[in-house]
Antibody, heavy 118, light 107 residues
Framework: QVQLQESGPGLVKPSETLSLTCTVSGGSIRSYYWSWIRQPAGKGLEWIGRIYSSGSSIVNPSLKSRITMSVDTSKNQFSLKLSSVTAADTAVYYC????????????WGQGTLVTVSS | DIQMTQSPSSLSASVGDRVTITCRASQSSSSYLNWYQQKPGKAPKLLIFAASSLQSGVPSRFSGSGSGTDFTLTISSLQPEDFAIYYCQQSYSNPWTFGQGTKVEIK
């Protein structure tokens, strides 16, 4: 059974960079696409971006200039960096497996709350 | 971006009721439409993919239909564990977008 676990700071200061890592267990990160999705408290879901195990990625155009994604196949991990954060970036951040590049999110992490505040 | 609009935003129903949730896309999404269930404090769970395919392990009382711009999720006989928020999501074009959610509450 594939499991995903997000990790990273729960508090980030405005204008700084949010950094999260997702560790995949119970399966290989290779040959799959992996996405980040976020959800502000009490609101809906926003897809952030996706990375393939080779390192190629696509991101939501609304966030494109601020996003960097990477993958470490030796550690079965992938990561997200979101720069120049504001209070609007406060949300629960989920990592998810993207089945067959079809944007079907079949496995999710439990989510991690990131608060942007000074 | 393809905008996804769900209706209703919330509904009250009783155990055993048949429940239907509608999702409308601002432009055609073909059959690239998925449904998720989210319970409080939990990650979303995939229920239906490609408009009508049931995800492995999901009870058969859940079904999906539609194509193009209009889609429905049906729960044939609502169970206590089905009270949750349901989201549709188009997987037709980047950026992949979600509906605003439909909250199913106990009557």
């Amino acid at each position: 059974q594939v499991q995903l676990q997000e990790s990273g700071p729960g508090l980030v200061k405005p204008s700084e960079t949010l950094s999260l890592t997702c560790t995949v267990s119970g399966g290989s990160i290779r040959s799959y696409y992996w996405s980040w999705i976020r959800q502000p408290a009490g609101k809906g879901l926003e897809w952030i971006g996706r990375i393939y195990s080779s390192g190629s990625s696509i991101v939501n155009p609304s966030l494109k200039s601020r996003i960097t994604m990477s993958v470490d196949t030796s550690k079965n991990q992938f990561s997200l960096k979101l720069s120049s954060v504001t209070a609007a970036d406060t949300a629960v951040y989920y990592c998810a497996r993207d089945r067959g590049a079809a944007a079907i999110f079949d496995y999710w992490g439990q989510g991690t709350l990131v608060t942007v505040s000074s | 971006d393809i905008q996804m609009t769900q209706s209703p935003s919330s509904l009250s129903a009783s155990v055993g009721d048949r429940v239907t949730i509608t999702c409308r896309a601002s432009q055609s999404s073909s059959s690239y439409l998925n449904w998720y269930q989210q319970k409080p404090g939990k990650a979303p769970k995939l229920l239906i993919f490609a408009a009508s395919s049931l995800q492995s392990g999901v009870p058969s009382r859940f079904s999906g239909s539609g194509s193009g711009t209009d889609f429905t999720l049906t729960i044939s006989s609502l169970q206590p564990e089905d009270f949750a928020i349901y989201y549709c999501q188009q997987s037709y074009s980047n950026p992949w977008t979600f509906g605003q959610g439909t909250k199913v509450e106990i009557k």
